[in-house]
């Protein structure tokens, strides 16, 4: 069955480095999406992304984040400067089609774990 | 807000045993998706359950659904130990938005 993948799975950083989180989505997708976890804290909506454009963000993602497409098949998510308060779980999810419609739901990758030092 | 909340926050049952799990959501809603997220891996989609629809059924997953209360429920019948790990309900189109999730423990 196919599935999201991410890479790496884990990645240690000093605060201020610039990080790249990379992604693979489920090939026929169209929709791509960041979000993150903090320990023991809620799944938090980032990003979302359609058509090599953003098409929703939180009040999370700000000028410290961005996004990108950068062949057919990644997407990534880069943090240009860390703080230590984005250590967090990050998931990168894609779906055939937005809500709405059929196929709307939303596959999960398996995450990666940053830590920020 | 659309963020669904769950209760109970954690459940302890034995292995056999039935457990269920609520939701409650605040606006109006097309769908709402249930997750499971085994301790510190990523999130496992289970079940989607459309606004018209009143129960759905996955195997031992039992959803139901009461757009009047804005509330789900999620059965899991006969429990594993397999089943540990905690439970979300998503909201929302383009954005999900999750609960903080209730954390089943099968105890063998």
């Known amino acids: 069955e196919p599935e999201v993948t991410q890479t790496p799975s884990h990645q240690v950083t000093q605060m201020g480095q610039e990080v790249i989180l990379r992604c693979v989505p489920i090939s026929n997708h169209l929709y791509f999406y960041w979000y993150r976890q903090i320990l023991g804290q809620k799944v938090e909506f980032l990003v979302s992304f359609y058509n090599n454009e953003i098409s929703e963000k939180s009040e999370i993602f700000d000028d410290q984040f961005s996004v990108e497409r950068p062949d057919g098949s990644n997407f990534t998510l880069k943090i240009r400067s860390t703080k230590l308060e984005d250590s967090a779980m990050y998931f990168c999810?894609?779906?055939?089609?937005?809500?709405?419609?059929?196929?709307?739901?939303?596959?999960f990758g398996p995450g990666t774990r940053l830590l920020v030092l | 807000s659309q963020q669904g909340e769950e209760d109970p926050q954690a459940l302890s049952i034995q292995e056999g045993e039935n457990a269920t799990m609520n939701c409650s959501y605040k606006?109006?809603?097309?769908?709402l998706q249930w997750y499971r997220q085994n301790s510190g891996r990523g999130l496992v989609h289970l079940i989607l359950?459309?606004?018209?629809?009143r129960e759905k059924h996955s195997g031992r997953l039992r959803v139901t659904l009461d757009t009047s209360k804005k509330s789900s429920s999620l059965l899991i019948t006969a429990s594993r130990a397999a089943d540990t790990a905690s439970y979300f309900c998503a909201t929302g189109g383009n954005q999900f938005y999750f609960g903080t999730g209730t954390s089943l423990t099968v105890i063998p």
């Open positions: 606006t109006s809603i097309n769908n």
């Open positions: 359950i459309r606004s018209n629809e």
């Open positions: 999810a894609s779906s055939q089609r937005p809500s709405g419609g059929h196929q709307e739901t939303q596959y």
